[in-house]
């Protein structure tokens, strides 16, 4: 497993610009997201990292909490097209005008989401699956989740 600063600088630097290099008309290998949907998405999980999208329900019963947050901190990645109840079944459109847009706006959210938690150190943020999660937590779910996608799309990243 990398270190948590290899986490970090792949998602400070190494994500949005291995994004910029999948062909736009990519096909993902399981999904129904197009490529400018997935990052869409992934700044909205981003989002919910940072707090800027405020979780107040789970959908993990409080009992399962603790093998969520095992697997999530653990090597063993998502599995291909692992459902999600919060997403609906056909993607929501697209909100940018280009993928080079929505790849923009997610390096955004990153820097949002980075300079909270220096602005607050210690805090948590609620995510609906895992619970609430530290900042370190939160950076190995998008670690994880960003892998999850780069797969799906093609590219694997050891």
């Known amino acids: 497993m990398p270190l948590p600063e290899e ?16 062909p736009s008309d990519t096909l993902p290998a399981w999904g129904k997201m197009s490529l400018q949907q997935m ?9 919910v990292a ?5 979780i107040t329900q789970l959908i ?10 095992a697997f999530l901190m653990s090597d063993t990645p998502f599995k291909e097209n692992i459902a999600n109840p919060l997403m609906p079944e056909v993607p929501a459109p697209v909100r940018s005008k280009s993928i ?3 790849i923009a706006d997610l390096k955004k959210e990153l820097y949002f989401f980075f300079t909270v938690f220096e602005k607050k150190g210690q805090q948590q943020t609620r995510n609906p699956f895992f619970g609430d999660l530290n900042f370190e937590e939160n950076v190995q ?16 990243v050891s």
């Open 141 to 156: 779910l998008l670690y994880k989740h960003a892998l999850h996608h780069l797969r799906q799309f093609g590219l694997s």
């Open 50 to 54: 940072s707090g800027k999208i405020a």
């Open 60 to 69: 993990t019963p409080a009992e399962n909490l603790p093998k969520m947050h």
């Open 100 to 102: 080079d847009t929505a």
């Open 7 to 22: 986490k970090l600088r792949f998602l400070k630097a190494d994500f949005t610009s291995l994004l910029g290099q999948i």
């Open 39 to 47: 990052i869409e998405h992934f700044a909205d999980a981003v989002k």
